[in-house]
C-alpha cells in the first residue's frame, strides 16, 4: 500500500474546508483539550469516523476577539496517511475540520 | 501632572465593522477577504433597516456614503457585496481591542465601539518612544486581532483623535501642537471634532472654510455669535483640550430606537412599540442603578419628519410600567395621526435608586419594584425572550427593541454592555 505524506510545509496540498464535526475529545486537568476521535459528514451523505492518530500541534489565536486552538493531527485516512488541521471554537465549543 | 509631558493615544479601527465581519469570516474558512472588495455592512432592507453602516476602502471611488439607502449604494456600485451586521461580534471584537491595549497602559478611555483613547504618559520608561509603541500596538493588533488601526499620537485627546484620522489604514500619525498649522489647519473645518452640519453652513456663511480660518478668527466674535460653543470650537481649532482620560465616564442618559418593520398607523400599534421601547430602556436603567429624572420619545413619520417630546417626572423611576405609561402620555400629546416609521425612548437626568420619595398617589412602588426585579433575573437567567407580554405575541413587534444604542458618550455600546 502507498503512503501519501501531506507534509505541513507543504500546506498548499491542504484543502480549507471548515467543515463542523462531531468530537470526542480528552481535556486534562488543567483544562487542555485534545482531540481524540471524530465523526465528519462526506459529500455523498455518509459519514467517517477518523481516529486522531497523532497530535502534532497546537497553535491558539483569538482573530477578531474569538478565542480559537488549531490542532495538526495526523490519521490514516482511506488508507492513506494525511496531515490535517483541526479547530476548536471555545465560545461555542464547536469543533471544525479546517485544513485537510 | 502637567500638559507638557501628556502623551495621548487615540486607537480607531479602520472600517470597524466591515474589518471585524472580515476578520471573523476569514477566521472561519472564508477564503475572500471583504476588505479587498467594494463590500458593506447593511441592514436587512426587508425590515426596512436597509442603510450602509459601514464600507470597505475599495468602494471609495463609488463615493458611497455612510448612512445612506442600499438602494442607492447598489446604483452607485452594482457589484457592492452586502453582509448582515453582527452586533455581538463588534462587542467581542472592542472589547479584545481594550483588553489588549490595558497590557500597554492602566488608563484607557473607551470613546466608542471602535475608538479608545490611551494615556501613555511617562509610559516610555517601559515601552519606550511613543511613536515606536504605537507602531508595536497597531501591529500586534493586525497580527492577533486580525484587523488594522489608525493610532494618532499627540499632547492631548483632540489632537490625537485628528491624527488618528488624517490617512487610513493601518497607519500611526502625530499631531504635536508644534504641528497643527501644518497638518490640521489646512483642512475644511467640518473635518474638526464638534463641528456638525449645522455649524458648517453658519461657518460657511461667514467665510470660515478651513479650520486655520476658524482659528486665526476673534474669540470673542465667535463667542458672542456662537455662543459657549463658539468659544469651544474655537479653542478646538487651536488644539487647545486638556481633558482627562476617563476611564469610568458618567453615564448621562440612555436610550433606545428602533425603526419598525411597518409603519405604525395607529395608537394600539405605537403604544406597543413604545412598550417594546421601555422594556429595554427600563432595563438597563435597572442593570446600572439608575432612576429616571426626565423621560423623552422621539417619533419619526413615513415622510421623514422627526419630533420629540419629553416630561420631567414628579418621582424618578426606572419601572418599566411607569415609565410605559409616561411615554404613552407623551406619545398621545405629540402624535398627530400620522404614519410611523421610528420611534425612540430616553431616560436622561439619571439618579441614583437607593433613595427615593414615595408618594401617596402613584401607587405601589415596591411591588413594581419586586416585578421588574423578578423578570430581570429570569431574563438574566434564561435569555430576553424567555419572558414576554402576551401583547407582542403575533404583533409582528419583538418584545424587547433596540439593539444598537443611540447613547451620548457611549455612542452604539452599552446595551450590548
Known amino acids: 500500500m502507498k503512503v501519501y505524506y501531506y507534509n505541513r510545509n507543504y500546506g498548499d496540498f491542504m484543502k480549507v474546508l471548515m467543515k463542523p464535526i462531531e468530537m470526542i475529545a480528552w481535556f486534562t486537568q488543567d483544562g487542555l483539550p485534545t482531540p481524540v476521535r471524530f465523526r465528519m459528514e462526506q459529500p455523498n451523505g455518509s459519514y467517517i469516523v477518523i481516529k486522531v492518530a497523532r497530535t502534532i500541534a497546537r497553535q491558539e489565536e483569538k482573530l477578531a476577539g474569538n478565542p480559537m486552538i488549531t490542532f495538526t493531527c495526523q490519521s490514516i485516512v482511506h488508507g492513506m496517511e494525511r496531515l490535517y488541521e483541526i479547530r476548536y471554537e471555545l465560545k461555542t465549543c464547536k469543533w471544525y475540520v479546517y485544513k485537510i | ?417
Open chain 2, 1 to 417: 501632572m502637567g500638559t507638557k509631558n501628556r502623551i495621548i493615544f487615540h486607537i480607531d479601527v479602520n472600517s470597524a465593522y466591515l474589518s471585524w465581519e472580515a476578520a471573523y469570516r476569514l477566521q472561519h474558512g472564508a477564503t475572500l477577504d471583504l476588505r479587498t472588495i467594494p463590500s458593506a455592512v447593511g441592514g436587512d432592507a426587508t425590515t426596512r433597516h436597509g442603510i450602509i453602516l459601514a464600507k470597505s476602502i475599495p468602494t471609495k471611488p463609488y463615493k458611497i456614503q455612510t448612512g445612506e439607502s442600499l438602494y442607492s449604494a447598489r446604483l452607485k456600485c452594482p457589484n457592492l457585496t452586502v453582509v448582515p451586521p453582527r452586533y455581538h461580534l463588534y462587542m467581542q471584537c472592542s472589547k479584545a481591542l481594550v483588553s489588549l491595549l490595558e497590557e500597554f497602559s492602566p488608563s484607557i478611555q473607551r470613546f466608542s465601539i471602535d475608538e479608545v483613547f490611551l494615556d501613555y504618559s511617562n509610559m516610555d520608561i517601559h515601552w519606550g518612544d511613543p511613536i515606536d509603541a504605537a507602531h508595536r500596538i497597531k501591529d500586534r493588533i493586525k497580527e492577533e486581532l486580525g484587523f488594522t488601526v489608525n493610532i494618532g499620537v499627540s499632547s492631548n485627546k483632540l489632537l490625537a483623535k485628528m491624527a488618528s484620522d488624517f490617512e487610513k489604514p493601518d497607519r500611526v500619525h502625530t499631531l504635536f501642537p508644534h504641528e497643527i498649522q501644518g497638518k490640521m489647519w489646512p483642512l475644511p473645518v467640518e473635518e474638526l471634532f464638534m463641528v456638525g452640519r449645522a455649524t458648517t453652513s453658519k461657518l460657511h456663511k461667514k467665510g470660515i472654510f478651513t479650520i486655520g480660518q476658524l482659528a486665526i478668527s476673534d474669540p470673542e466674535l465667535l463667542t458672542q455669535w456662537l455662543k459657549s460653543h463658539g468659544r469651544l470650537i474655537w479653542q478646538l481649532a487651536n488644539g487647545l483640550e486638556d481633558s482627562p482620560i476617563r476611564e469610568d465616564y458618567p453615564v448621562k442618559g440612555l436610550g433606545n430606537s428602533a425603526t419598525l418593520p411597518f409603519d405604525a398607523e395607529d395608537r394600539e400599534t405605537s403604544h406597543r412599540a413604545l412598550l417594546s421601547l421601555t422594556e429595554t430602556v427600563a432595563m438597563r436603567l435597572r442593570d446600572i442603578r439608575k432612576f429616571a429624572g426626565v423621560l423623552s420619545i422621539s417619533i419619526k413619520d413615513r415622510d421623514f419628519q422627526s419630533y420629540s417630546h419629553q416630561r420631567k417626572l414628579e418621582v424618578p423611576t426606572h419601572s418599566t410600567n411607569i415609565l410605559y405609561g409616561i411615554a404613552c402620555e407623551l406619545f398621545d400629546e405629540l402624535w398627530q395621526g400620522q404614519p410611523l416609521r421610528h420611534l425612540g425612548v430616553r431616560a436622561s437626568q439619571l439618579h441614583r435608586d437607593d433613595l427615593y420619595q414615595l408618594s401617596f398617589f402613584k401607587g405601589d412602588i415596591e411591588r413594581q419594584k419586586a416585578l421588574d426585579t423578578a423578570v430581570d433575573k429570569i431574563r438574566a437567567q434564561y435569555g430576553c425572550d424567555s419572558v414576554m407580554r402576551s401583547s407582542f405575541l403575533y404583533s409582528g413587534l419583538s418584545p424587547m427593541m433596540g439593539g444598537v444604542i443611540q447613547e451620548e458618550e457611549y455612542p452604539m455600546m452599552s446595551s450590548l454592555l
